[in-house]
């Protein structure tokens, strides 16, 4: 294949231009002890006390608050540019309780469009009861958003082992997101516990060290098809959507989008006893 050819192959797919972006070590995070559960609704009213960590190299500030039954995480981006694809790609947050930089075990978080009757099912799959009044509601909506995740065993989704009803004591994932005008703020909310009927928890009881990784960016299966396309000279959309809608997506630039990953250390919090 021609140097020509395979350089423009090579910015296609952005296999050589986008390294991830790494942090710098950082001393161990503590948690906070939540005294109630938190609402994850993408909005920093519940975090009013809380002590944030700055992640410089991405401009985002961050903080912890743990239970006995889950770890909850905000993470405030300062800047839009650091956002990367991220609404494409979703946020990958990796654990490991040994101390490496393993991805073997984390969740990727998502937001999706869906049909309405989709949206509904989703609702009803996690134990939420809808009223015939409401789903006449929704149905009159084209289309409708669901924030979902899929569990990652050595970063391959698995989707038939994501749990989609809570057992007694044991929440699901959840994430929201909303943009204000200080900030992009991220909520999560992630389960302790972790076993074969509930695999998407972290495994780590409170006063525990666990290694939590954060990616996020790059390009989606979609947007590399797309480049291909545009570099093979075919314009033409995906699914009916412009090539532009996968190539820059999220991010706005013109290049493609970089990846942004780093690793901390969190010691969760223990309940004080007053």
Do not use: C
Not at 20 to 42: H, M, R, T, Y
Not at 64 to 76: A, C, E, H, K, V
Not at 222 to 229: G, H, S
Request: glycine share 8%; hydrophobic share 40%.
């Amino acid at each position: 294949m021609p140097k020509k050819a395979i350089f423009i192959l090579s910015l296609a797919l952005g296999v050589f231009l986008i390294p991830p972006v790494f942090s710098s070590a950082q001393d161990i995070i503590k948690s906070e002890w939540a005294v109630a559960p938190l609402n994850i609704d993408g909005l920093n009213t519940d975090w009013a006390e809380a002590v944030f960590s700055p992640q410089s190299k991405v401009k985002a500030d961050f903080a912890f608050r743990n239970d006995g039954q889950n770890i909850y995480l905000i993470m405030i981006f300062k800047d839009p540019k650091f956002l990367s694809s991220i609404d494409a790609t979703g946020m990958k947050i990796f654990f490991n309780t040994e101390g490496k930089k393993k991805k073997d075990r984390g969740l990727r978080f998502f937001k999706k469009m869906v049909k309405p009757d989709e949206f509904i099912a989703s609702l009803e799959s996690k134990g939420q009861m809808i009223s015939e009044e409401e789903k006449t509601k929704l149905r009159t909506q084209r289309a409708l958003t669901v924030f979902d995740y899929e569990l990652l065993v050595k970063e391959k989704p698995q989707t038939s082992s994501a749990p989609q009803t809570g057992a007694e004591g044991i929440d699901l994932p959840k994430y929201r997101f909303k943009r204000t005008e200080t900030g992009t703020v991220y909520e999560f909310r992630i389960p302790l516990t972790v076993d074969d009927a509930h695999p998407a928890g972290l495994g780590v009881e409170p006063g525990k060290t666990v290694k939590i990784g954060f990616e996020w960016g790059g390009l989606t299966d979609e947007m590399r098809a797309a480049r291909l396309r545009q570099a093979s000279g075919d314009n033409s959309g995906i699914a009916g959507e412009s090539i532009d809608h996968y190539v820059v997506g999220s991010w706005g630039g013109s290049g493609p989008p970089p990846v942004y990953n780093f690793w901390i250390d969190i010691q969760l919090a223990v309940k004080t006893t007053s």
